[in-house]
Each structure stands twice: as structure tokens, then as C-alpha cells.
């Protein structure tokens, strides 16, 4: 009986064991910074994006400086919670030659309401839907919200998070 027992448990263990190792090769695959497509470069600075003040936006003007671009919209809760921790970010940061830019995929009439009660000092663009193929080829593809990518000055890609920030990945941004 014990053998059977002792068997059985090491199966187990041996099977949860191959689980936890296949999670996690998935989790870093998934998770792994890879070099940005040629045609992810060129479509992220070809992107030119109205603000909501009525100027025009164009990231090609954002060359060769360390670069965040938070993809966010006013219906996500998540979104708006980080736009603080975003906004003190650049305050903090801009001195140094970071740049932020947040695209909203959102109407911009909600877009202007929400920045006139909540006011960012970071740029904003008005991405609607060209934002969400922007950030499919920039890695998010589930489309989902918030997803927030951070280049270096030479344009590589450094980071990427899809889901709402924390003070540690901010942190992580300028080491």
C-alpha cells in the first residue's frame, strides 16, 4: 500500500512539476523583450496623432530621447488610477530627457472632459482606433488596457507592461 502511495504522490509531484516549468517557460516567452520589428519602428514613428488641444502629434519628433507611451482610455479604471504615478514620473524625469506620451483610445470629447477635471502634464494624443493597431504592433495583442511601453534613447525597446503600473516598474524605467 505505502508503494502505491509513495508512487503515486511522485507522479503527481512529477506531473505538477512539468506544469510549473511549462508555465513559466510561457510566462517568459510571453514576457521576454524581443527586438521591435522594422515594421513596428516604422509604423511607431510614422504615428501622428491630434492632441486635445488641436495640435498635431508626431512621435517621429520623439527620436532620441528615453520615450514612455502609456496606451489608456477615461472608461478604464485601471488606466486612470496610474496616470498619477505617470504624471509625477515625467515631472520628476523630464529634466533628464524622458518624454511621456499617453494615446487615448477613446472618443475625444470624453478625452477633453476627463483632462479638463484631471489635468496631465505629460502629452497626450488621441489615438482612437489607429492606437490600438499601434500598440498590437508594439506587443499588445489582446488589445487590452492599460499597456505601456518604454523605449531608450536609441529607440530599443525596454520595457512592457500590459496592466495597470506600480511604483516598482516606474522605478525600473531609469535604471
Avoid: H
Avoid at 472608461?75 to 524622458?98: H, S, T
Avoid at 495583442?141 to 507592461?161: M, N
Amino acid at each position: 500500500m505505502t508503494s502505491r502511495f509513495t508512487r503515486r504522490t511522485a507522479m503527481f509531484a512529477g506531473v505538477a512539476t512539468a506544469a510549473t516549468l511549462a508555465g513559466t517557460a510561457i510566462a517568459w516567452k510571453r514576457n521576454a523583450l524581443q527586438e521591435m520589428a522594422p515594421t513596428a519602428k516604422q509604423a511607431l514613428w510614422a504615428s501622428e496623432f491630434a492632441m486635445p488641444s488641436g495640435e498635431l502629434l508626431r512621435l517621429s519628433s520623439l527620436q532620441g530621447r528615453p520615450l514612455v507611451i502609456n496606451f489608456w482610455a477615461t472608461w478604464c479604471p485601471p488606466c486612470v488610477e496610474e496616470m498619477p504615478l505617470i504624471d509625477a514620473f515625467y515631472r520628476q524625469n523630464k529634466q533628464y530627457g524622458w518624454q511621456v506620451v499617453g494615446l487615448a483610445i477613446d472618443q475625444p470629447s470624453r478625452v477633453r472632459q476627463f483632462l479638463s477635471q484631471f489635468p496631465m502634464s505629460y502629452t497626450i494624443g488621441l489615438a482612437g482606433l489607429g492606437g490600438t493597431e499601434l500598440g498590437k504592433l508594439l506587443g499588445n495583442e489582446q488589445s487590452s488596457l492599460p499597456f505601456t511601453v518604454v523605449l531608450d534613447q536609441e529607440g530599443r525597446l525596454k520595457q512592457r507592461k500590459l496592466g495597470k503600473l506600480t511604483p516598482e516598474d516606474i522605478q525600473n524605467w531609469v535604471i
